[in-house]
C-alpha cells in the first residue's frame, strides 16, 4: 500500500469513478482530471490503471488485515484463537464488500471482477500468517500438518470464495452445508479438537 497524500487522492478519485461507472471504461486522464493533478502523477505512484483498482481494493480491507496481523502476533494466544480471528476476518470483510456494493453503479462483469480481486488480495495478505498459525500450532500439537504453506492457501481459496455469496451463488443453507464439511476435514486431516472450528460456520450473515 501507498503511504502518500497524493496516492490516496488518486484511490480516492477512481473509488469515486468507480461508483459511477464501469471500470473499464475509466481512463488513467478520466482519473487524473477527477483528482485534479497531471496524467503524469499518476504514473509516478501507479503503474497502470489496474493497479490503482487493486490498491483501492487493498485499502478497503487494510484496518481489517492491520489488524488480524496485530493480533496473531500476541504470544499470549493460542494457535486455535490465531486461526479463529483469521477466519473472522475473511467473513466480516467478505461482509463489508457486500455493504460497500450495495447501491453502487456496477455492471456484473466489473462486480465479479471486484470480487475476484478481492479474493487474491485477502490469500495474498493472509496467506503467510496463516501458515505461521499453522506451524505454531503444530509445535502446541494442536494441529498436525506438514504443509503449513499449501494448506493456508486452500484454506482461505475455500473460504473466501464460500463467504463471498456473490461468487460462490449459493443459499445459507448450501453454505453451511459446504463449510460443515469442510470443517469436519480440517478436524479430521489435522486432528483438530471436534467442535473447535465450529465457529466458521456459525451465524453466517
Known sequence: MHNNKKSDLILDSMQ???QKKDTRSISVSEIAKEAGIGKGSIYYYFKSKEE??????????SDAIQKAKELVQDPALDA??????????CRDSSVELSRQEAGSYMERQQSALLHQQYIYIMIRNLR??????????????????SSPEEVAEIVLIILTIKFDTYLSNADAAQIQST???????????????????????????
Not at 80 to 89: N, P
Not at 133 to 144: A, D, L
Open 16 to 18: 469515486r469513478l468507480m
Open 52 to 61: 490503482i483498482v487493486d490498491a483501492v481494493i487493498e485499502r478497503s480491507y
Open 80 to 89: 486455535q484463537t490465531k486461526m479463529e480471528i483469521i477466519f473472522q476476518t
Open 128 to 145: 503467510p500468517i496463516l501458515a505461521d498459525i499453522i506451524r505454531q500450532g503444530n509445535q502446541e500439537g494442536t494441529i498436525t500438518c
Open 179 to 205: 463449510l460443515d464439511v469442510f470443517t469436519y476435514m480440517l478436524e479430521t486431516s489435522f486432528h483438530i479438537e471436534k467442535g473447535r472450528l465450529d465457529y466458521i460456520w456459525a451465524n453466517q450473515p
